[in-house]
């Protein structure tokens, strides 16, 4: 069985002292490929480098979090646009909206996104999207590039069964994550889980975050690895009345067309 962690934060600092060692645990776990989030312009920069010495396993997004969008101005962009013309650098993102936390400014978030939105539509890659309580304005926003984007996530759904079907009029595909086994705060996703068709379904860890809540033995750092993504892909596979097989299936398959990654391998052996 063979899975695919669209979202792995692999730069962040927690993993400095054993990331090689993480990739390996996480490839011995049957999870093949990984998606490296850039969440910075400098992040993006270490995901683009990352994925370019684990060719074939890891691939990068390269964007601005909305946490950080104070920091994206027209240089930013530039910066961006020229890691997006590396093959491994898959996707625009992880960008979007944050109104829970508003660490950047509300304008300074749409405009950021904006930006983005039209970064990918020009480069034609997809967008790993991010969206906290920001519901009604990120719609808008993608609403108006909808039709020019080639595909777009929403990363870590947590949201309501009218959030979702939104997200799915839209022709969003939608990411999951260990926040499906927390059986507190995830258990209205169980029953939202049977109503994404399984072409625009993709599973994520968001490691070192969102440790799903019921893992046994509880790794005793805290940290989330990529390696529990099969624990979170057979909760995922229950919910939805699949084996795991099926999901593991189904799931690395869509992520792999999504984000065109055997043209990357194409792109690295000629
Ligand atoms: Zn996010």
Same mark, same amino acid.
């Given at each position: 069985?063979?899975?695919?962690?669209?979202?792995?934060?692999?730069? +962040?600092?927690?993993?400095?002292?054993?990331?090689?060692?993480?990739?390996? /645990?996480?490839?011995?776990?049957?999870?093949?490929?990984?998606? #490296?989030?850039? %969440?910075?312009?400098?992040?993006?920069?270490? %995901?683009?480098?990352?994925?370019?010495?684990?060719?074939?396993?890891?691939?990068?997004?390269?964007?601005?979090?909305?946490?950080?969008? &104070?920091?994206?101005? &027209?240089?930013?962009?530039? %910066?961006? /646009?020229?890691?997006?013309?590396?093959?491994? #650098?898959?996707?625009?993102?992880?960008?979007?909206?944050?109104?829970?936390?508003?660490?950047?400014?509300?304008?300074?978030?749409?405009?950021?996104?904006?930006?983005?939105?039209?970064?990918? %539509?020009?480069?034609?890659?997809?967008?790993?999207?991010?969206?906290?309580?920001? +519901?009604?304005?990120?719609?808008?926003?993608?609403?108006?590039? /909808?039709?020019?984007?080639?595909?777009? #996530?929403? +990363?870590?759904?947590?949201?309501?069964?009218?959030?979702?079907?939104?997200?799915?009029?839209?022709?969003?595909?939608?990411?999951?994550?260990?926040?499906?086994?927390?059986?507190?705060?995830?258990?209205?996703?169980?029953?939202?889980?049977?109503?994404?068709?399984?072409?625009?379904?993709?599973?994520?860890?968001?490691?070192?975050?969102?440790?799903?809540?019921?893992?046994?033995?509880?790794?005793?750092?805290?940290?989330?690895?990529?390696?529990?993504?099969?624990?979170?892909?057979?909760?995922?596979?229950?919910?939805?009345?699949?084996?795991?097989?099926?999901?593991?299936?189904?799931?690395?398959? +869509?992520?792999?067309?999504?984000?065109?990654?055997?043209?990357?391998?194409?792109?690295?052996?000629?």
């Amino acid at each position: 069985m063979q899975w695919l962690d669209i979202g792995v934060n692999l730069t +962040h600092r927690s993993f400095d002292a054993d990331r090689e060692q993480v990739i390996e /645990r996480a490839s011995a776990a049957g999870v093949s490929s990984m998606i #490296v989030t850039g %969440a910075d312009l400098e992040s993006s920069r270490a %995901a683009a480098e990352l994925a370019r010495t684990h060719a074939g396993i890891l691939f990068a997004t390269a964007g601005v979090h909305p946490h950080h969008a &104070a920091t994206l101005e &027209a240089p930013t962009i530039e %910066a961006l /646009r020229e890691l997006l013309a590396q093959s491994q #650098v898959v996707a625009v993102g992880e960008c979007g909206l944050d109104y829970y936390r508003n660490f950047a400014p509300r304008p300074a978030q749409r405009h950021a996104f904006e930006s983005q939105l039209r970064l990918a %539509a020009e480069t034609g890659r997809p967008v790993f999207l991010h969206q906290r309580e920001a +519901h009604a304005d990120f719609v808008a926003l993608l609403r108006d590039f /909808r039709s020019s984007l080639s595909g777009a #996530v929403a +990363h870590c759904f947590t949201g309501t069964a009218e959030e979702l079907e939104t997200y799915l009029e839209l022709g969003l595909s939608i990411g999951i994550t260990g926040w499906f086994c927390d059986e507190r705060r995830g258990a209205h996703l169980h029953a939202l889980v049977r109503r994404i068709p399984p072409e625009r379904l993709m599973l994520e860890t968001d490691a070192p975050y969102l440790m799903p809540r019921n893992l046994k033995p509880r790794p005793s750092n805290h940290r989330n690895e990529p390696m529990f993504l099969p624990h979170i892909g057979a909760a995922v596979a229950q919910a939805r009345g699949e084996t795991a097989e099926f999901c593991a299936a189904h799931t690395s398959a +869509h992520a792999r067309a999504f984000f065109h990654l055997d043209a990357v391998a194409q792109a690295w052996t000629s």
